[in-house]
């Protein structure tokens, strides 16, 4: 007996040896209620060598119901990230084994050890839980987000108008970008940029296109597009570059998303299970449909190579303002990701009052600021924060947040900022601002808002969804920019009796000397020297300049354009062409884009007409020749005869013509063979002759 205890003991240090070599496991080992149709992410830190994971039999994947699974085994762009994805998806409620055999190799010739692994798939949804999903989701974007436009809204003819600036003294630099819904009454929505003086530099009115609308890291504009259920990425002149999902079968929730400059991209996802709450409570609901949270890191090729689940880390009852025994419900809505200054990841949710913090090594949490299993000791805020949005590390260090106070004693929101001790777990609250009460009545955004720290120092709060008194918004700003002090410094309110509310706002500076979009470079009417360029029109741009070149040539050529087009005329027949274009701009700031992409076309081949000689005998000598071609027995209305060389380029010859004869000086003409051309109106004749020289 004792022999098989510690044989067991043995397996198990071993079994934790081995995955401890691998610093991130997804699945987490030993989980449950994970997606039928999902990848496997192995990561050792260590640069993988790309080889040693092709090795048949590397690894083994068997579901207890769907058996033995082939998969696709490929390196992420990290070169440290193993996914393997199965050909076909796991079976509901099953039991899925994933064997690592010995043998993968480092990039340095190190052996990883093998290891294995299980965790459990989720059980078949049922119909009426993925119903009170579907209702839940419309509820939410109900309650968050609006879905309905109304026409009118930005039209600033409009008696009242659509919007007020209620003080514009000394806001900082840059132009307000935000998305207006309507929450009651007369539904709204608009996606704009709008200046401090309430111009705006774009503006578009979209049904379900526009949430979340948002310059985001990488420097293109990002917003949610509920009718695909995903992130649609715009370039600078509002044209659509590329679109992000979730992965492993979730769906894109719309809270937040992030794209880095280095193309990955990082959501946040909603998994719905049914759960058996009366494992908590007798009298709670055995069949709810409760909503978790899913964090994702994508790749450039948007393969999943992190992903963090609420399920394996928080329990249901955490969410303390929930109803349990509710038949749906909301437990963590997480509402934003940040990326903190050590490459790690904060999330904040909202059904829990806490902000959390995620390895992106591990996976695991690092601490937890707020909620009922808050770990850090609020100094100089006795009442911490609940319902809270837009948790952000800002360049001081610190970090915002807007504190929706739901659960206040007083219905009162605030803009935060906390000093972070990470290792003593101390938040200091060192700068707080709730806005002055309004006829005397507090500001409340029970839902949606944002907190942006400005690079002056100032302050830009969104309220979100508007409180005061007993009617929904009525007094009460929209956005207020405020300095280091306090003061008002800029403020905007939108009509009230179109019940608008804003998700977030931001404020950029933002001038671009945008390129014409990809898609919208053309090549057209190519001939066998000339080709139209034609592109879209881009955001600034006052002009256009061109850059060709044929492929064999080292240097670019340019042309200037003031409209969306150009002709390139005498290019070399039948020759590979690259071009790209650049904007000019007048913005005071850049006065030239970055380069469009690369763009290629090809001139048309040398036309050769088969001319019977029987009817025309067209004499060409000497050939090979030195210096003098003689021509004769050339057709009336000659036009003209032209030497090519075998790349199609024109050669300088003079020509003579007497009659129906000619004659080439072919002295300055280099050794080499070469083609004819003769042609008139009517007729055409190609021949091949060679020049020679002693």
């Known amino acids: 007996m004792k022999k098989v205890i510690l044989l067991h003991l043995l397996l198990i240090v071993f079994f934790y040896t081995a995955i401890a070599q691998f610093s991130y496991v997804s699945p987490k080992p030993g989980s449950i209620l994970q997606q039928t149709s999902r990848n496997i992410i192995l990561r050792d830190g260590r640069l993988i060598d790309p080889a040693s994971i092709q090795q048949q039999n590397i690894f083994r994947i068997y579901g207890s119901k769907s058996g033995e699974h082939i998969v696709s085994s490929l390196l992420s762009d990290d070169g440290k990230t193993i996914l393997l994805t199965p050909l076909v998806a796991f079976e509901f409620d099953e039991e899925v084994s994933v064997a690592v055999r010995k043998g993968i190799l480092t990039i340095t010739g190190e052996i990883l050890q093998g290891f294995n692994f299980h965790f459990h798939t989720r059980p078949a949804p049922s119909n009426e839980s993925a119903k009170q999903f579907e209702m839940f989701r419309k509820q939410m974007l109900r309650e968050d987000f609006g879905v309905v436009e109304e026409e009118g809204f930005d039209n600033t003819s409009l008696t009242p108008p659509p919007f007020k600036i209620n003080v514009n003294t000394d806001p900082a630099q840059g132009d307000i970008f935000y998305h207006t819904i309507s929450l009651l009454g007369a539904p709204i929505e608009q996606v704009a940029i709008m200046t401090s003086d309430g111009q705006f530099p774009y503006r578009k009115k979209s049904q379900v296109k526009g949430l979340n609308f948002d310059i985001n890291r990488n420097g293109y504009i990002t917003f949610y597009d509920e009718t695909t259920q995903s992130y649609q990425m715009q370039d600078s002149s509002f044209n659509m570059i590329n679109s992000y999902k979730v992965g492993n079968g979730y769906i894109t929730d719309v809270h937040d998303f992030i794209a880095c400059p280095d193309g990955h991209s990082f959501m946040i996802g909603l998994d719905y299970q049914t759960i058996d709450m009366t494992v908590y409570d007798p009298d709670y609901s055995d069949q709810a449909t409760v909503i978790g949270a899913i964090v994702q890191e994508l790749d450039t090729a948007k393969n999943v190579i992190f992903e963090w689940r609420s399920w394996d880390y928080i329990d249901i009852p955490e969410a303390l303002h929930e109803a349990l025994f509710f038949s749906i419900i909301d437990y963590v809505h997480a509402n934003s990701i940040d990326l903190d200054t050590d490459g790690n990841i904060l999330l904040s949710c909202r059904k829990l009052d806490q902000a959390i913090k995620i390895n992106r090594e591990t996976g695991e949490m690092m601490w937890r600021l707020g909620g009922v299993k808050n770990e850090f000791v609020f100094l100089n805020d006795t009442l911490g924060f609940n319902y809270q949005h837009d948790v952000r590390r800002i360049a001081n ?125 053309k090549t057209k009417n190519i001939t066998q020297t000339s080709a139209k360029l034609t592109w879209g029109n881009a955001t600034n741009a006052t002009g256009y300049k061109v850059f060709y070149k044929s492929a064999y040539d080292s240097s670019w050529s340019s042309v200037n354009a003031s409209g969306n087009s150009k002709v390139l005329n005498d290019l070399s027949i039948n020759t590979p062409y690259q071009w790209y274009i650049q904007s000019k701009c007048d913005t005071n700031v850049i006065l030239i884009s970055a380069n469009s992409e690369i763009k290629k076309f090809t001139t048309l081949p040398l036309k050769i007409f088969l001319v019977d000689f029987s009817e025309r005998a067209l004499k060409v000598f000497p050939n090979p020749t030195a210096d003098v071609l003689n021509l004769e027995g050339l057709p009336a209305g000659i036009i003209h005869a032209e030497l090519i060389d075998l790349t199609g380029l024109l050669l300088p010859v003079k020509i003579q013509y007497e009659n129906d004869k000619a004659t080439a000086d072919l002295s300055n003409v280099a050794p080499g063979s070469y083609l004819l051309k003769v042609e008139c109106e009517n007729w055409q004749q190609t021949m091949k002759i060679v020049v020679c020289k002693d």
């Not at 920019?481 to 410094?489: F, M, P, Q, Y």
């Open 397 to 521: 260090g610190n970090i915002t947040m807007y504190d929706n106070g739901n659960y206040h004693p007083v219905k009162i929101s605030f803009a935060k900022e906390y000093k972070l001790d990470e290792v003593n777990k101390t938040a200091s609250l060192i700068w707080s601002y709730a806005h002055p009460y309004i006829d005397g009545e507090s500001v409340q955004g029970y839902a949606m808002g944002n907190v942006q720290r400005l690079f002056d120092g100032h302050t830009l709060i969104n309220w979100g969804s508007i409180y005061a008194g007993s009617e929904l918004g009525e007094g009460s700003p929209n956005i207020t920019e405020v300095d280091s002090l306090g003061n008002i410094v800029w403020e905007m309110t939108l009509n009230e009796s179109k019940k608008g509310v804003i998700y977030r706002a931001h404020r950029y500076e933002w001038t671009p000397c945008a390129r014409p979009t990809e898609k919208t470079l």
